[in-house]
Nanobody, 130 residues
């Protein structure tokens, strides 16, 4: 059974830093592609970044100067490092995974645009105050 568990969310002031973790069980992180998403109240879910089927990481252009994704294969954890946080980053943050053979996994752009990933975590709340 594949399970994803996010952690590391919390409340920070504008300009602060958080590192979110997504602990994966049931599969290895190298056997899936993964994405990070967020959803603020009243807004649609948006993709942030992730890893494609080959393990290449990227984030959306709008966040590339503040957010980075990484993973620890030995620990089976994927991370989202968020720097210089802004109030508009306030949202519930999710990680998601899809078997790497899936067409969805061909690129990070595709997986975060389509959100067509099979496994999702419960999310972790990030609140940024001004």
């Amino acid at each position: 059974q594949v399970q994803l568990q996010e952690s590391g969310g919390g409340s920070v002031q504008s300009g602060g830093t958080l590192r979110l973790s997504c602990a994966v069980s049931g599969v290895t992180v190298s056997s899936v592609c993964m994405g990070w998403f967020r959803q603020a109240p009243g807004k649609e879910r948006e993709g942030i970044g992730g890893f494609d089927r080959d393990g290449s990481a990227s984030v959306t252009y709008s966040e590339k100067d503040r957010f980075t994704v990484s993973r620890d294969n030995a620990k089976n954890i994927v991370y989202l490092q968020m720097n210089n946080l802004k109030p508009e980053d306030t949202a519930n943050y999710y990680c998601a995974a899809e078997p790497r053979e899936s067409y969805t996994c061909r690129s990070v752009q595709r997986l975060i645009k389509t959100s067509e990933l099979r496994y999702w975590g419960q999310g972790t709340q990030v609140t940024v105050s001004s």
